[in-house]
Each structure stands twice: as structure tokens, then as C-alpha cells.
């Protein structure tokens, strides 16, 4: 479209007299209830998982806690070679409480509860 046609376009829009007021979908107030419901939902969120953190980390100091406890005086590689040698037991743990509620078995492998084995099968094909 060239200058003049644009110009004229306009001319002929601004002579239609149309109103170019818009109105909202929603008011101040609809949206400052939705922003609050959000901001809410994440705060439960994060609550959720500073939860769920501190019951994953308090088994993690738990361990150490006992082992310091046991061991007076053990060093920073004593506790550190402890986390190591018992962390196929934790994990075993860990596992057993996750069975059935996040992860199933099949054989000697682990799918989450949601994938049904044969579709790992159909997706390695």
C-alpha cells in the first residue's frame, strides 16, 4: 500500500466515526482475585517442597547425626566414606517406600507408576 492509499484509508476509517473504546474482559478486581489465588497456590506449592526436602535431607542428617554420635571424633572422610558405604541400603529404602505409590517393578526394573512397561518396550523400537 503506498503513502497516499494508507492516507486515504485512514481519511475514510476517521469519517466512519467508529467508537475505539474497548472494553476489558475483566476488571481490576477479577484480576487481582486471580493473582491472589495464583500467588497463593504457589506458596502452597513451595511449602510442599521445602517438605518434601527437609524429609529428604533429614534422612540424609539423620545418617550422619547417628554415625557422629557412634563415632566421636570421626573426620570429615570418616563421615564421608560412611554416606558411601551405606548408601546402596538407603537407596533400597528409598525404593521400597516409593513402590507402588511412584514406581512399580518389573523384574529387575523400574518404571514410574504413570508408564506401563510394554510402552518403554514400544518407544525402545
Do not use: C, W
Not at 563421615?79 to 558411601?84: E, G, M, R
Not at 525404593?95 to 518389573?106: H, M, P
Amino acid at each position: 500500500m503506498s503513502i497516499s492509499e494508507f492516507i486515504q484509508a485512514m481519511v475514510e476509517a476517521g469519517l466512519k466515526k467508529f467508537d475505539a473504546r474497548v472494553e476489558p474482559d475483566e476488571s481490576h478486581r477479577e484480576l487481582r482475585e486471580q493473582r491472589n489465588d495464583i500467588k497463593d497456590e504457589l506458596e502452597r506449592a513451595r511449602d510442599r517442597i521445602d517438605t518434601l526436602e527437609d524429609r529428604l535431607h533429614g534422612t540424609e542428617r539423620e545418617t550422619i547425626r547417628t554415625y557422629v554420635e557412634k563415632n566421636p571424633g570421626a573426620t570429615y572422610e570418616d563421615v564421608t566414606q560412611h554416606i558411601i558405604d551405606t548408601a546402596p541400603d538407603r537407596v533400597n529404602g528409598h525404593l521400597d517406600a516409593l513402590q507402588g505409590d511412584s514406581i512399580e517393578t518389573v523384574g529387575d526394573r523400574y518404571y514410574p507408576a504413570t508408564m506401563k512397561p510394554q510402552e518403554e518396550v514400544a518407544d525402545a523400537a
